[in-house]
């Protein structure tokens, strides 16, 4: 991905530039709301889940002063809100602790024995090669999208997957396994840095963060963007470009030597390595700003995240939205405000928009179509089988396991709406009560811009959620599959069981993080669980220390001595003091 990324760079340069001229505000708010349709589309059996997550994400996105009113909303009077919600420690709590907390409810080793090795990992790489068309075409499309400013690198991914699915014949083996999606996403993520460049050295304006570094570092040496950058600086430009695909090409030979050995830690039973992962991924959620309220933050979208994951809510959707939001509002109010609603008549917008109705249809079709749908039994409609039972049959008469013969239309009976409560309708519910709050909250803000998004995004939640509780409410049957990991370990009550022990353990070593401070409650807490919860018996349960001596040491050499952090404070001793 990034050596054809590289070419088309070389390619698009002199081409490109008046292409981009034309993508403007309401193009880049029309991209953008393409992408959380697209992944909303993928959540194949929860489309309407996958939707609702996405505008909750949105919603979600507006937490924090408005970056066109510059007024705080939704900011619960604290300053830790101020900029909204990090999305570090955001996508930590909705993604890597309900997975981190499901495989260690699961109690097994991820891999298994015998599967990895480094002929599995050239066997991979000559899958790959054998891809080659797929590849380039993936390659292409993550140029474009990162070409497009204000598109982030966590956004390509779902794209680029939505965009391979789309052209795949076989959708439904996605989210099983299929090596495809994988080369979906990473072709497109690693030509994506050519693509960010084009508007970096053609225009100037960064394509990400890492080009804004490069931008810096330009102006300081006195090499300025634009079309010296093709004449007089012609060989800076293919420096980067040569640059860009060396530095992939490199970075692939290192992943096939190193990828054999550190896959064999998935063979490691799994709690061992969870007692090392789950305090470093709280650490990594503090070091985002330093504060509390990133643990915070982590534990209330833990909280969100494990709680979609088992009930089967779709969870890329809702960060997609989450990542999007802003992209949307500050592209979407000022084409309001310049073009009136006029703004959707653009050329290019209409064709984005027409591209995504049409993706989605497609996708949503093609999923429909080689999805396995299972036939209503007789008690969902809520009416008997015509002809079928051999009570039916001894009273008209006739011996059991024969048809009945229709005469007239007396024998047709419409099939009557059976309500029925589902405790699974408690989340939507709840999600619904928030988002009525957030719509009466949003009436309080003193200027349009800070309104404006807020209130679409409620008001269309409303209805959407009040229609999924219908549904479910009317239907008794199992939704399909989603575009996400569901609970390994099911959901019944032993996984009930499991899940108490997870979160007890959690919320144990939050409470000793505020007693005795982050590092000390880091060791002890990878100590216990590591001599508590991994299944060895003998000598081996000495392996159960190996956690805790691990935890020290990057406490002690790497966090403290090298990165110097300043821990979180001790806030019990504060509340009992």
Excluded at 86 to 94: E, K, M, Q, R
Excluded at 118 to 139: C, D, I, P
Excluded at 393 to 399: D, L, S, T, V, W
Excluded at 463 to 469: A, G, I, K, S
Aim: net charge positive; hydrophobic share 55%.
């Amino acid at each position: 991905g990034g050596v054809v990324g590289a070419l088309v760079l070389v390619i698009a340069l002199p081409f490109i530039r008046p292409l981009l001229n034309q993508i403007a505000f309401p193009e880049v708010a029309a991209l953008a709301l393409f992408g959380v349709l697209m992944v909303s589309a993928l959540s194949r059996g929860a489309m309407l889940k996958g939707l609702i997550g996405g505008l909750l994400g949105i919603l979600l996105g507006t937490i924090g002063t408005s970056y066109i009113s510059g007024l705080p909303r939704f900011d619960l009077g604290t300053l830790y809100l101020f900029d909204g919600l990090p999305l570090v420690p955001a996508t930590i709590g909705l993604f890597a602790l309900p997975e981190l907390v499901d495989l260690t409810m699961r109690g097994q080793p991820v891999g298994i024995s015998g599967s990895v090795s480094n002929r599995e990992v050239f066997r991979g790489v000559r899958y790959g090669l054998s891809r080659w068309r797929m590849t380039v075409r993936q390659s292409l499309f993550g140029v474009f999208l990162g070409a497009v400013p204000g598109i982030g690198a966590a956004v390509i991914d779902w794209l680029a997957y939505a965009f391979g699915i789309a052209f795949s014949k076989e959708k439904t083996s996605f989210g099983k396994g299929n090596l495809d999606g994988v080369l979906f996403a990473e072709s497109a993520q690693n030509s994506k840095e050519a693509g960010q460049a084009i508007p970096t050295l053609a225009f100037g304006v960064p394509g990400g963060l890492q080009w804004a570094l490069v931008l810096v570092a330009m102006t300081i040496y006195g090499v300025h963007p634009g079309l010296t950058m093709l004449e007089r600086d012609l060989d800076i430009t293919m420096s980067i470009v040569v640059t860009l695909a060396l530095g992939n090409l490199f970075v692939t030979l290192l992943g096939m030597a190193a990828t054999g050995q550190l896959a064999k830690l998935t063979l490691i039973p799994f709690p061992l390595l969870a007692a090392v992962l789950l305090p470093v991924t709280f650490i990594a959620a503090f070091l985002n700003t330093f504060h509390w309220g990133d643990i915070a933050t982590a534990c209330a979208m833990f909280g969100l995240g494990m709680s979609m994951k088992w009930l089967g809510w779709p969870r890329p959707p809702l960060l997609l939205g989450f990542i999007l939001g802003p992209i949307i509002e500050q592209n979407l109010w000022p084409s309001v405000q310049l073009w009136g609603w006029g703004f959707l008549s653009r050329p290019l917008t209409v064709g984005l928009v027409i591209a995504a109705v049409v993706s989605v249809t497609f996708l949503t079709r093609s999923m429909n179509k080689e999805a396995s749908v299972a036939t209503a039994s007789p008690e969902v409609c809520g009416a008997p089988e015509t002809g079928s039972t051999p009570a039916m049959a001894r009273e008209e008469g006739r011996p059991a396991g024969t048809a009945a013969l229709v005469d007239g239309p007396r024998d047709v009976r419409l099939p009557r709406l059976k309500f029925s409560w589902h405790w699974e309708s408690i989340f939507p519910l709840v999600v619904l009560g928030m988002v009525v709050w957030s719509l009466i909250e949003t009436q309080t803000f003193r200027a349009a811009e800070s309104r404006f998004l807020p209130t679409l995004t409620s008001l269309a939640l409303i209805p959407l959620l009040v229609l999924h509780v219908g549904v479910r409410a009317i239907s008794s049957g199992e939704q399909g599959q989603i575009m996400d990991l569901g609970m390994r370990t099911g959901t019944g009550m032993d996984a009930v069981k499991k899940l108490v022990t997870a979160l007890s353990w959690l919320a144990g070593f939050i409470f000793l993080v505020g007693l005795i401070g982050m590092p000390f409650a880091s060791i002890a807490f990878a100590l216990s669980f590591g001599l508590t919860q991994v299944r060895l018996v003998g000598r081996h349960r000495l392996w159960g220390l190996l956690p805790g001596a691990i935890m020290a040491a990057l406490i002690f050499l790497v966090f403290e001595r090298l990165m110097v952090i300043e821990w979180p404070a001790k806030i019990v001793l504060g509340w009992v003091g």
